[in-house]
């Protein structure tokens, strides 16, 4: 509680942190719950309480002797419970956040003076349709509400679609299940999955940023223009396939297949795409480790004429075979200078540390081009050769 009125954040995650690695479950709820109530105090400390409840369900670290899954139905529970004690959109208490759920839909209104974040508990809408919670955002988005926690979900598809041009002043934070579509076709926006997601995600994204703290399904970012994607987990099958434009796209995991099949992003120099694959995971102290394979399918960059994969590989396990049509390229000083802010972004948002994790190679820092190798299409090689 003390640490809560220093408004010291990044102490209060690290203090949490390694409480709930040696505290038993009783204890541990029992911080969850003085968490909670502290929301209740002003509006300030909620919005301290969320990003810090936010902290702990999106980070892998040490729990001790519990599981993982166990610790995070508790603080996902202090999260739900906090959501839902926001004033009803009928209530107009001037908070900066307002709850709205299935019953209430016919409440919506525009904003009030001081209200800014449209908490949307989605349990009861249907997954699709007229009835579906992604229609009713698409109503508060016109009347004004830019800002939305989003939770409760049990598949209900399309989040984040359906808002048009330039819708650069959204965010979404999306909790719990939530469906397939999601950031389909946004031009600007940025959403943030507090979990694990499911397919068809991004597709044909034009702009704006899309954070997954988990994994994502099959066909992701399908014929995508462009965006910022970052991805702590992996990507199933055919992600990226006949993308374009620019996006830039890094996943710390790996894919199962098709990755950027019939990819068309240019030259990532000159404005193009490309797609940072890192090749790792976490053990359940939330230590990095590499994937025994960074890359397991057989089809890389399969048939693509333009932009490039920069794939963390430092032993060179990925040969020709994975690749069809395809090949590897060095990575050059312009490169690195391209991904690094993208690598920093990653670290940021995910705690993967480029110097500590990304290039300590057993126990070694070892130089960018010793650990990160680059793909390209063919005839992008051949012109690179032919200009030297």
């Known amino acids: 509680i003390e ?13 949490c942190t390694l409480e709930i690695g040696i505290l038993n479950f009783k204890s541990t709820k029992l911080l969850c719950d003085t968490i909670q109530s502290i929301a209740r105090k002003d509006n300030a400390q909620k919005a301290v309480v969320i990003d810090l409840l936010t902290h702990l369900n999106d980070r892998i670290f040490q729990t001790g002797n519990k599981k993982r899954s166990s610790i995070l139905q508790i603080i996902r529970e202090s999260l739900r419970a906090i959501f839902k ?5 009928g209530e107009n208490k001037n908070s900066p956040y307002t709850y709205i759920d299935y019953s209430t839909r016919k409440d919506l209104r525009a904003p009030g003076k001081n209200e800014k974040i449209l908490v949307v508990n989605a349990k009861e809408f249907e997954p699709e349709g007229r009835n579906c919670d992604s229609r009713m955002i698409n109503q508060a988005y016109r009347l004004g509400w830019k800002q939305y926690i989003c939770y409760g979900y ?16 959204v965010r979404f934070d999306v909790y719990d299940s939530s469906g397939d579509y999601m950031a389909s076709g946004i031009d600007g926006m940025e959403i943030h999955v507090h979990g694990n997601a499911q397919d068809q995600l991004g597709q044909i994204m034009k702009r704006g940023k899309f954070v997954v703290h988990g ?43 098709y990755l950027a099949e019939s990819f068309m992003a240019g030259d990532p120099l000159k404005g193009g795409g490309f797609v940072i694959v890192n090749g790792i995971t976490f053990d359940e102290c939330g230590n990095m480790i590499d994937l025994s394979m960074p890359y397991p399918g057989s089809n890389l960059f399969s ?11 430092p032993e060179c396990k990925v040969v020709d075979e994975h690749l069809n049509g395809g090949v590897f390229d060095r990575v050059t000083q312009a490169d690195w200078k391209l991904i690094f802010p993208y690598l920093e972004e990653n670290e940021r948002l995910f705690g993967i540390s480029i110097e500590a994790n990304l290039l300590t190679i057993d126990g070694q820092k070892q130089p960018f081009n010793k650990v990160y190798r680059k793909v390209v299409p063919i005839k992008s090689q051949a012109l690179g050769t032919s200009k030297k």
Not at 85 to 89: A, E, F, K, L, R
């Open 215 to 257: 994994d994502v399904g099959q066909t992701f970012m399908y014929g995508a223009k462009g965006g910022d994607v970052y991805i702590l987990g992996n990507a199933a099958g055919r992600p990226l396939i006949n993308a374009t434009g620019r996006p830039r796209v890094v996943i710390n995991g790996t894919c199962l297949d």
């Open 154 to 169: 049990k598949g209900q598809r399309f989040t984040g679609c359906g808002f048009g041009s330039d819708s650069d002043d």
């Open 303 to 313: 048939l693509a004429s333009g932009g490039a994969i920069f794939l963390r590989d």
């Open 85 to 89: 004690s926001s004033p009803y959109i």
């Open 3 to 15: 640490l809560f009125d220093t408004n010291d954040l990044p102490a209060l995650k690290q203090y």
